[in-house]
């Protein structure tokens, strides 16, 4: 009898502390979404400012040992620095990208675009030859009958475009804070490092400091070895453009970004670009040759950045850095371009470094 009263007195302990576990469980969870979704709207531009703070956190702790310690103060030199050399030419090019979707969806509303004629030798092309001259000479000849045909698929684009000019203002001011967040979360970069050694130690125990050590090297090399060189050179191939007035020069600036991350060779647009100064006839030789030869400079940029931006290879394949940028974009606009390579990146990192390691194993191991 007092083993039976025994036996359902602990089932009842076992289900009240089961009861216990389920609610406080509940609780927690229910917090959890709760802050997820307060914060949410702010996690793209924390996780941009997060990235750039890495990346950037070498030059200034330099800056700030030249200057007394003075940690604030180099923040806040690097921010400002940052918002006019990275921040304004991008509003720029952006805003002339903006200017020529909205002049382009005007032009075909209005019935005022002018397309040259195909030269005969596009029929030629293999496979598309014959249909793209056929809808380009259709263009040439009657534009109106052409986009009165293709009325729905050309009324969903300018939605999608005026969408997109939109968009522009929010990106910049997006990319702007995140400069400032970088800057505070650098100015107190002592005190963030051993809060990030506490949470990884609480992740991943003696791992802890390898971790560490990976997630910060991978940020760094993606950031400023192939992120930092795209957008320098795009930022540079675009003034250029801007300052030439080539058409589309912000449109050219974001493939030229696109293309420097998937690591193509910028030739692919500046040597075109440098045919249609020669051909169009709207430069003299003087401009033509100075336009040809800072272009070629800003294509070619990429071969002598890489060894002072850069102390090692990038160990992500470039397709899983494409991959990252391009879904990026699509989630989350220009911004997301730099999110996505950079934390695909680590993910591929931190995952093949899992893989590569075996039971008792005392180092993580990086994937080559």
Same mark, same amino acid.
């Given at each position: ?42 996690? $793209? ?16 702790? $330099? ?7 003075? +940690? ?26 903006? /200017? ?13 675009? +002018? ?21 380009? =000479? ?12 293709? +009325? ?7 939605? $999608? ?55 910060? $090297? ?83 940029? /990429? ?27 699509? =989630? ?28 008792? /194993? ?7």
């Amino acid at each position: 009898m007092n083993g039976r009263v025994r036996t359902e007195a602990e089932y009842e302990e076992l289900s009240t502390r089961l009861l216990d576990v389920l609610i406080r469980a509940g609780l927690i969870l229910i917090m959890v979404v709760l802050c997820y979704r307060i914060f949410s709207p702010f996690i $793209s531009m924390m996780a941009w400012a997060v990235i750039l703070a890495v990346a950037i956190y070498p030059l200034h702790q $330099s800056l700030a040992r030249r200057i007394g310690a003075k +940690q604030g103060l180099a923040a806040t030199l690097i921010a400002v620095l940052g918002a006019v050399v990275i921040v304004v030419p991008t509003a720029l090019l952006l805003s002339s990208l903006g /200017d020529s979707v909205r002049e382009l969806v005007q032009g075909a509303q209005n019935n005022t675009l +002018q397309v040259p004629e195909p030269r005969p030798g596009v029929a030629d092309w293999p496979l598309v030859g014959d249909r793209i001259y056929g809808v380009w =000479s259709r263009a040439s000849s009657d534009l109106p009958a052409l986009v009165q045909s293709m +009325q729905p698929k050309i009324g969903e684009l300018a939605r $999608s475009a005026l969408r997109f000019v939109a968009g522009i203002g929010g990106q910049i001011l997006l990319f702007l804070a995140s400069f400032i967040i970088a800057g505070i979360i650098m100015a107190f970069g002592q005190e963030g490092s051993r809060s990030s050694e506490a949470i990884f130690a609480r992740l991943f125990g003696p791992r802890a400091g390898e971790f560490i050590k990976l997630c910060t $090297s991978t940020i760094r090399a993606v950031a400023q070895g192939v992120i930092g060189i795209a957008l320098i050179q795009a930022i540079a191939i675009g003034l250029i453009l801007l300052i030439a007035g080539v058409p589309l020069a912000g449109g050219l600036a974001v493939i030229a970004l696109v293309m420097g991350i998937a690591q193509i060779p910028l030739l692919l647009i500046v040597v075109p670009v440098i045919a249609y100064l020669w051909m169009s006839g709207n430069y003299g030789t003087g401009a033509a040759i100075v336009y040809s030869i800072v272009l070629l400079l800003a294509g070619i940029a /990429d071969n002598f950045l890489k060894p002072l931006l850069l102390g090692r290879g990038v160990d992500a394949p470039m397709p899983v850095i494409l991959l990252g940028a391009l879904g990026g974009m699509a =989630s989350n606009g220009i911004i997301g371009l730099f999110i996505g390579a950079t934390l695909l990146a680590l993910g591929y990192q931190l995952f093949m470094s899992w893989v590569a390691r075996r039971p008792g /194993d005392s180092a993580v191991n990086t994937a080559g």
